[in-house]
């Protein structure tokens, strides 16, 4: 051996642990639970990105995918990467600089899609509601004959307020004004009804650790016949290769081309996730979502806890619920972690430290669950140490 490398750190081979993590009952803003069959699907043998067999999935991920949308758009795709990659997606390909665009903020991620939206250099103006709150469709219509917009983006479902936007009257008042939606849906699809042909919808992208009960990595992305027409309609090029929806058409496509190597053990997952949606039945699904919703909001009731969100535009999938007086926020929430196993969110944003989110999406939206949480926020909220 060499002395003088011999006590060089980088020569050293690093002797570490094996992974060993305790599961954990996820009840926060996602990601969430996912169900063995699911976790087993990524287990699967790993196939080349062009295998027949796994052109034979991506066929499949994409017919589950139109059903979980509710639509036919031919162009519904699993973007490779997180929800966030699927609201660049949108943004960077619907929106040409100089654009003029109208993005509606009522919470943290509405003011990300504003912030990508300058960044791809679209024009953008923004209409704010106090987090926690909705918007009507008069409110769009008055900021369009304002300022007309070539594209108006809107979350449908806010992480960081729990609250759930309606959509359709707003879609039609943004055709009137001809200009075409991107609906940010990462935390409603597969766990809240959206319809995209239904309220006609132009683009819409979602995340596969929320409702639709996957891991982490991949965005479903949809776009109907005026996005597209926007989009072949472009002057210029898009200004992300990786996140432009005009090439990656064409890997999804039928042509199949080339562009990236998929992740496939998480497009396995995916496909199995949504075959389980489509086993359950999406309004059965719903259905699901807002019972145990409602098992927990009467729940925490009980407990004299009160929800940031009103009656009539809470979000089933995701609570916010006030942290009382006097209590510790994180303190409760590393004991629910270390006692219980179990997390829940912290606020975002103007919420940070006012109130926690609870998660009840996908796998993790089981009665058992809510009933785990409210036992185990009973006992730490009566132990002195929480306050
Ligand atoms: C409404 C909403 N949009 C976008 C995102 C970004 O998704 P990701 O964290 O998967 O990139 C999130 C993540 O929580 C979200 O809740």
């Known amino acids: 051996m060499n002395p003088e490398t011999s006590h060089d750190p980088k020569r050293q081979a690093p002797a570490l642990p094996p992974i060993a993590m305790s599961p954990r009952v996820l009840l926060g803003p996602g990601p969430d639970m996912v169900h063995p069959r699911v976790t087993a699907a990524m287990t699967a043998p790993l196939l080349g990105h062009l295998d027949p067999d796994f052109l034979a999935l991506m066929d499949g991920t994409q017919q589950l ?3 979980a949308f509710r639509t036919d758009n031919r162009l519904s795709l699993p973007i490779s990467g997180t929800g966030s990659a699927g609201m660049e997606a949108a943004v960077a390909s619907l929106i040409e600089p100089g654009d003029p665009v109208l993005v509606c903020i009522n919470g943290y991620f509405g003011g990300r899609i504003a912030e990508m939206a300058r960044r791809h250099r679209g024009e953008v103006e923004t209409i704010e509601r106090p987090w926690g709150e909705v918007f009507g469709a008069d409110e769009v219509r008055d900021a369009l004959r304002r ?7 809107i979350v449908h479902a806010e992480t960081s307020t729990g609250a759930l936007q309606p959509l359709q009257e707003i879609a039609q008042v943004v055709h009137e004004a001809g200009a075409i ?10 766990g809240v009804p959206l319809e995209v042909d239904g309220w006609d919808l132009d683009v819409v992208y979602s995340g596969t650790q929320k409702c639709v009960g996957a891991p982490p990595g991949l965005a479903p992305v949809t776009i109907g016949p005026r996005g597209e027409a926007k989009l072949s309609a472009r002057r210029t090029p898009v200004d ?3 996140l432009d929806l005009s090439i990656l058409q064409r890997y999804w496509g039928p042509e199949r081309t080339y562009h990236h190597t998929a992740p496939i053990s998480l497009n396995f997952a995916l496909y199995e996730a949504l075959r389980m949606i489509a086993e359950e039945g999406l309004e059965v699904r719903w259905e699901r979502h807002l019972r145990n919703a409602q098992l927990l909001w009467d729940g925490l009731a009980e407990l004299g806890m009160s929800l940031h969100v009103a009656a009539g535009h809470r979000l089933p999938s995701l609570t916010t619920v006030r942290i009382p007086d006097g209590v510790d926020d994180a303190a409760v929430r590393t004991r629910l972690l270390r006692d219980y196993g179990i997390e829940i969110g912290g606020g975002l944003g103007t919420l940070k430290g006012r109130v926690w989110r609870i998660g009840l999406m996908g796998y993790s939206s089981r009665p058992e669950n809510v009933e785990l949480l409210l036992g185990a926020l009973r006992r730490i909220l009566r132990t002195p140490e929480a306050a």
């Open 240 to 242: 992300t290769w990786y």
């Open 147 to 153: 300022r007309p917009a070539r594209v108006v983006a």
């Open 181 to 190: 939606l991107i609906v940010d849906a990462v935390t409603s699809l597969g």
């Open 65 to 67: 995918l139109r059903y």
